[in-house]
């Protein structure tokens, strides 16, 4: 089950000014449960949208940056995901409508929330830096994060943290293809950079 040649990635923080961000999801029943890793479909409603942020750009690219952690796609990059595989039971794409900043439908476009329910136990608490409840032992935030690449299935391209199921890591393989294929708007800390 080793992984040795695989790096691992989590998304980073937006950089580019020019790129436009959503800040929320609207006619979702429970959003925080996605940072659960659990299935969502049933909870959204058939009419689900997304703003964009007035404070930042205007420019949408392919993966759209949100302040939800959520990774949210285009139909190019879905289809390019089916490709890789990523179409089985553990993840779910969530469609919605995006709105401009004046809260108008932006038409000719569709946008999935990604929503990946495999969640992995890897994290090397012995390198990485977070912080936990009370317990000292259920994590509630990583501020920098390694992984155990030996905990990892051979198949595992894009997953959530079992112990911190908010974060989402995309393997190296997966963002080579994105790399390839020339899509826009994911940004990545490596393992041992700052999240946030």
């Given at each position: 089950?080793?992984?040795?040649?695989?790096?691992?990635?989590?998304?980073?923080?937006?950089?580019?000014?020019k790129?436009a961000?959503?800040?929320?999801?609207f006619?979702?029943?429970k959003?925080h449960k996605?940072?659960d890793?659990?299935?969502?479909f049933?909870?959204?409603?058939?009419d689900?949208?997304a703003?964009l942020?007035?404070?930042n750009?205007?420019?949408?690219t392919d993966?759209?940056?949100?302040?939800?952690?959520?990774?949210?796609v285009?139909?190019?990059?879905?289809?390019i995901?089916?490709?890789e595989g990523?179409?089985?039971d553990?993840?779910?794409?969530?469609p919605?409508?995006?709105?401009?900043k004046?809260?108008?439908i932006?038409?000719?476009?569709q946008?999935y929330?990604?929503n990946?329910?495999?969640?992995i136990?890897?994290v090397?608490?012995?390198?990485?830096?977070?912080?936990?409840?009370?317990?000292?032992?259920?994590?509630?935030e990583?501020s920098?994060?390694?992984l155990?690449n030996d905990?990892?299935?051979k198949d595992?391209k894009?997953?959530?943290l079992?112990e911190c199921?908010n974060i989402?890591?995309?393997?190296?393989?997966l963002?080579?293809?994105?790399?390839k294929?020339?899509?826009?708007g994911?940004?990545?800390s490596a393992?041992?950079?700052k999240?946030w």
């Amino acid at each position: 089950m080793t992984n040795q040649k695989y790096e691992y990635f989590t998304r980073g923080m937006l950089e580019d000014p020019k790129a436009a961000a959503i800040n929320y999801f609207f006619n979702i029943d429970k959003p925080h449960k996605f940072d659960d890793g659990v299935k969502m479909f049933n909870n959204c409603a058939s009419d689900v949208y997304a703003t964009l942020d007035p404070q930042n750009g205007d420019l949408l690219t392919d993966i759209l940056y949100n302040f939800t952690d959520l990774f949210v796609v285009n139909e190019k990059t879905k289809e390019i995901l089916f490709k890789e595989g990523l179409d089985k039971d553990f993840i779910e794409y969530i469609p919605f409508q995006l709105k401009n900043k004046k809260k108008k439908i932006i038409k000719g476009v569709q946008y999935y929330i990604v929503n990946p329910t495999n969640k992995i136990e890897c994290v090397d608490r012995s390198s990485s830096k977070f912080s936990t409840r009370d317990d000292g032992v259920t994590i509630i935030e990583i501020s920098c994060l390694h992984l155990i690449n030996d905990k990892i299935p051979k198949d595992a391209k894009l997953f959530r943290l079992k112990e911190c199921s908010n974060i989402i890591v995309y393997r190296s393989d997966l963002i080579n293809v994105f790399k390839k294929n020339k899509l826009s708007g994911l940004p990545l800390s490596a393992m041992g950079e700052k999240i946030w």
